[in-house]
């Protein structure tokens, strides 16, 4: 189940506010929803968000990938620039631990081995076409008798 942040739409005709919510991708726009994690009301000037800080930066941790328009909205409330610091704080964690992969040569050595034989594989494919252009071309360059 892949979960998205997007907006629902709630309000009478022609006066739209939008519930930001946390729900299943495949569940429709005003459809079942997991949590309301915020609103926003773009009608009033100027348009008013409010996000729970908390719920957002949450479902963004668990994976919720949030919609382009919702991401302007995390990016407005200070919301999206919280959760990239964080982000980032953990990549840099993740990337001091020592690597479990074998030393950089092996992978090297294996490389130049397989180009090797993709080359004498060419080669060998060379050699069988050129004799067959090689019959070609005298045949059509001879005379015919007749």
Known sequence: MSVKLRLM????????????VAADSRSPRDGRFIEIVGTYGPRSEPSEITVKREKALEWLSKGAQPTETVRKLLEISGVWGEYQATRTVKAAKDRTRPSRRAPASAPAKKSAGTKKAVAAK?????????????????????????
């Open 9 to 20: 739409r709630v309000g009478k005709k022609k006066q739209p506010t939008y519930r930001i």
């Open 122 to 146: 060419k080669a060998a494919g060379a050699a069988k076409r050129k004799p067959a252009a090689a019959k070609a071309a005298p045949a059509a360059a001879e005379p015919e008798e007749g």
